[in-house]
């Protein structure tokens, strides 16, 4: 029960330091006060033995880690990245909070394999590597999650030129025709 009170704070924390991020994303400290919340959630639950939340957590450190050491650049797609992941980890721990109040010592299923992918994708550039902070709003996707064509390229079924190859054919003369 205290955890389930602490992790939504530091989520909370989270939420509002994201706004600071908005404004100034080289600003280290802002990405400090992301990375903190993260790791406190990250230690906690490793003790407490939730290990998806654990997962999650961790992973989101390691991005904001790069972040950090600037093996990545905050951008546009990122700060909506770290948004949902808030939102999904507030989603977990609500669920945690669900089974507390019945008696129960379980936790759900969450699908957190979308997630770990797109995080694996800004890590390797394959996300935003071109794109800053000031992003058109026409461009930004309507959900965090990683479209198909990221996820074949992160698993290799694709290369990222074949993915282009295949936007560019349906741009040109096959609107109508989905590429899937």
């Known amino acids: 029960n205290d955890f389930v009170v602490e992790g939504m704070e530091h989520l909370n924390t989270i939420e509002m330091n994201i706004l600071k991020l908005e404004q100034a994303p080289e600003d280290k400290e802002c990405i400090n006060s992301i990375f903190r919340p993260f790791h406190t959630i990250k230690g906690i639950t490793g003790f407490l033995n939730l290990t998806q939340i654990n997962k999650f957590a961790h992973a989101m450190e390691f991005l904001l880690d790069d972040a950090r050491n600037k093996k990545i650049q905050i951008h546009r797609e990122i700060i909506d990245f770290i ?98």
């Open 83 to 180: 948004l949902e992941a808030v939102d999904f980890l507030k989603a977990m721990i609500l669920d945690i909070k669900e089974h507390l109040e019945a008696g129960e010592l379980t936790q759900s299923h969450f699908e957190m394999d979308p997630y770990l992918e797109k995080i694996k994708l800004f890590q390797t550039g394959q996300i935003g590597q071109e794109q800053g902070i000031e992003q058109d709003s026409s461009e930004k996707t309507e959900s965090a999650l990683p479209r198909l064509g990221e996820v074949l390229c992160f698993k290799e079924i694709i290369s990222p030129s074949q993915l282009q190859d295949a936007l560019q054919e349906q741009a040109s003369d096959k609107k109508d025709m989905k590429i899937g």
